[in-house]
């Protein structure tokens, strides 16, 4: 079985830009979640979806960050425009609802 | 905002030692779990123990509870260099099981 897939796995670019990341879950994990994890420390939720509806997005910086998860499978992470601050680890997790959380590799953000 | 808070931060062993992390939470929980994280990696579930479990057991793991101290320990035995990792202990509240809070991390060198 596959496990939860994350692309890219490394983005690199320079403040002011825009940035997506990509999260495939696990097949029939209706739940997801987006976590920041800076270097050192634990993840941090920025959001979590059940199906398509975000139930909990309140740590999300929601001036420059936005999330989606049309069709409830897939989603996508947006930050426009970023800041030497983003710089850090972006995490997704899929689980079944209040079920174990299975994490993507993560996509690691670099801001010049 | 992070809840809990691990010690030690970094723990250095020589293969076959035991290894024994610690964490400390703040508010009541529905349960705790730990997980595992390799370098460049995403988090993998170790255990969960729920608030009215006191010890759980799985493999090499074995982790206890204590709700009057707001804390749990994580025991490794038997290390390997293969265990070298960072843990986190991660907490869900009752009145949100969905959300997990993580605590810092301790960092563990195996040395073969």
């Known amino acids: 079985e596959a496990g939860v897939v994350q692309s890219p796995r490394y983005k690199i670019i320079e403040k002011k830009q825009p940035v997506a990341f990509w999260c495939n879950p696990i097949s029939g994990h209706n739940t997801l979640y987006w976590y920041l994890q800076n270097l050192g420390q634990g993840p941090e939720l920025l959001i979590r979806y059940e199906n398509e509806e975000a139930v909990d997005d309140s740590q999300l910086p929601k001036d420059r960050f936005s999330a989606e998860r049309l069709k409830g499978v897939d989603s996508t992470l947006k930050i426009q425009p970023a800041e030497l601050g983003d710089s850090a680890v972006y995490l997704c997790?899929?689980?079944?609802?209040?079920?174990?959380?299975?994490f993507g590799p993560g996509t690691r953000l670099t801001v010049l | 905002s992070q809840q809990g808070e691990e010690d030690p931060q970094a723990l250095s062993i020589q293969e076959g030692e035991n290894a024994t992390m610690n964490c400390s939470y703040k508010?009541?929980?529905?349960?705790l779990q730990w997980y595992r994280q390799n370098s460049g990696r995403g988090l993998v579930h170790l255990i969960l123990i729920r608030s009215n479990e006191r010890e759980k057991h799985s493999g090499r793991l074995r982790v206890t509870l204590d709700t009057s101290k707001k804390s749990s320990s994580l025991l490794i035995t038997a290390s390997r260099a293969a265990d070298t990792a960072s843990y986190f202990c991660a907490t869900a509240t009752s009145s949100n099981t969905g959300k997990l809070i993580f605590g810092q991390g301790t960092t563990l060198q195996v040395k073969p």
């Open positions: 508010t009541s929980i529905n349960n």
């Open positions: 997790a899929s689980s079944s609802r209040d079920g174990e959380q299975f």
